[in-house]
């Protein structure tokens, strides 16, 4: 079976799973949903006051000292959640468990901040996964989340503007700034249907930063400008 007929039967049996088991709330266990009203009213929203551009909570005046010190090439990042409770079940559920119907609930908030957010940007870009990742998982988590926006928004998919290069390393918090951008510069290239103007990526979680600010410079190099980034939860 070539690989992306493997990938397509993995993609069918996670779709064929998702219709034989009724939706249960990921969180909280309650029938009827794959993530239930009360546990997505309780998420923990990651709300101001945050750094402008990398939304760290605190910055009040302006841009906090990791970002005076050295700005990241997205132009500013967002995220709906912080990365606690039902947001953390959430993505783990998405990534780790198979449950791709999540995307539609997990993007839904994501394209409530956008809207309210509204950066200038022309094409929804998904952080592209690993090949070998992908055919594990059968689907790339952050290509969900960025379909159902653009399906929300209208915006154009560019599911091709950025090509993974290799597969990178979960990246340390503990890692140093120095250590984490060496781990995933160079992982991502222009791909074969790049972005003109604003682009927005998007991912399930930002951890460091270091993943999306190697996309945007991939971006910029492809002829994107300006790109920012949004996720559903973020690391505080
Ligand atoms: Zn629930
Ligand atoms: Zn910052």
Redesign the pocket.
Known sequence: MSSSVAAAASGLWERALDLVFPPR?V????FGAF??A??LAAMPRAEPPRCPVCWMPGGISGPCDRCLDRAPRFAAARSAFVYHD?AREAVHALKYRGVSALADAMAAPMAKVLEAWSPPVSAVVPVPLAGSRRRQRGYNQSELLAREISRCTGLPLAARALVRRRATAPLARTADEATRRALVEGAFAPGPAPVSGGALLVDDVLTTGATLDACAAALIGGGAAPTFALTFARED
Not at 27 to 30: F, P, V, Y
Request: with cysteine; hydrophobic share 40%; net charge positive.
């Open positions: 709330c969180a909280c266990g309650a993530l239930c009360r546990c039902a």
